[in-house]
């Protein structure tokens, strides 16, 4: 079982910045693909960022140039910062990986844009 738990949504105006960050256990990040996602109300779960075991990453073209994916391998923790965040990005975003053929989710942090 891998639990992935999330932090670091939050409340914040059209512009402005935000920084998530996604706690795995050890030895997850640096032999396993971590994903971040997001759902908004309504919508399907679509993916925003990918970084691949070996350090490559992949973004949605609604985020490229504003969001970066990173990670730590000392803390365990991958992090997704967003920045010039629009009314659009919205929603819960949510950790993913993919461990031995199986997915796992964690439960999401919420991002709200608003001004």
């Known amino acids: 079982q891998v639990q992935l738990v999330e932090s670091g949504g939050g409340l914040v105006q059209p512009g402005g910045s935000l920084r998530g960050a996604c706690a795995a256990p050890?030895?997850?990040?640096?032999?396993?693909?971590m994903c971040w996602y997001r759902q908004a109300p309504g919508k399907q779960r679509e993916l925003v960022a990918m970084m691949t075991s070996g350090g490559t990453t992949n973004y949605a073209e609604s985020v490229k140039g504003r969001f970066t994916i990173s990670r730590d391998n000392a803390k365990n923790t991958v992090f997704l910062q967003m920045n010039s965040l629009k009314d659009e990005d919205a929603g819960v975003y949510y950790c993913?990986?993919?461990?031995?053929?199986?997915?796992?989710w964690g439960q999401g942090t919420q991002v709200t844009v608003s001004s």
């Open positions: 993913y990986t993919r461990v031995q053929f199986t997915n796992y």
């Open positions: 050890g030895g997850i990040l640096n032999k396993n693909v």
